[in-house]
C-alpha cells in the first residue's frame, strides 16, 4: 500500500514557475514507478510525466517537453515536478500516481493515487 500526498500547488502568472512535492508514506517508495497527472475544469484527466523506480527511464506529455522537470529522491521518499514557463492551459488540478513501472503510467494505468493539488496560471 502506497499513501501519497502533494504539496507545492498555487497561483502564479504566465511564465512563472513553481515546484511540486509529492510525498509517500511507506517502505516501498523506491518499487514504484511515479508520475503526474492533472485535471483541468471540464476535461479529462490526462498525464503529464512518469519517472521509473530508479529514475533513469522518464516520460513526459508533448505539451509539457522542454519547460517541466520530474524528479525523484528514494531517501527522503519525495518525488518532485519542476515547472516552468507555465501557461494559462497549465492550470489543472495536478494529481501523483504510482504504478508498477514508469509505462504504465504512460498509459494511464494507476495502481495508487493522491488528493491533488490546484495550480491556477494567470495571463
Known amino acids: 500500500q502506497v499513501q501519497l500526498g502533494e504539496s507545492g500547488g498555487g497561483s502564479v502568472q504566465a511564465g512563472g514557475s513553481l515546484r511540486l512535492s509529492c510525498a509517500s508514506s511507506?517502505?516501498?517508495?523506491?518499487?514504484?514507478?511515479l508520475g503526474w497527472f492533472r485535471q483541468a475544469p471540464g476535461k479529462e484527466r490526462e498525464f503529464v510525466a512518469a519517472?521509473?523506480?530508479?529514475?533513469?527511464?522518464?516520460y513526459y506529455a508533448d505539451s509539457v517537453k522542454g519547460r517541466f522537470t520530474i524528479s525523484r529522491d528514494n531517501v527522503k521518499n519525495t518525488m518532485y515536478l519542476q515547472m516552468n514557463s507555465l501557461k494559462p492551459e497549465d492550470t489543472a488540478v495536478y494529481y501523483c500516481?504510482?504504478?508498477?513501472?514508469?509505462?504504465?503510467?504512460?498509459?494511464?494505468?494507476?495502481?495508487?493515487w493522491g488528493q491533488g493539488t490546484q495550480v491556477t496560471v494567470s495571463s
Open positions: 500516481a504510482a504504478a508498477g513501472r514508469a509505462g504504465d503510467l504512460q498509459n494511464s494505468k494507476v495502481d495508487y
Open positions: 511507506g517502505r516501498t517508495f523506491s518499487g514504484y514507478g
Open positions: 519517472i521509473s523506480r530508479a529514475g533513469g527511464i522518464i
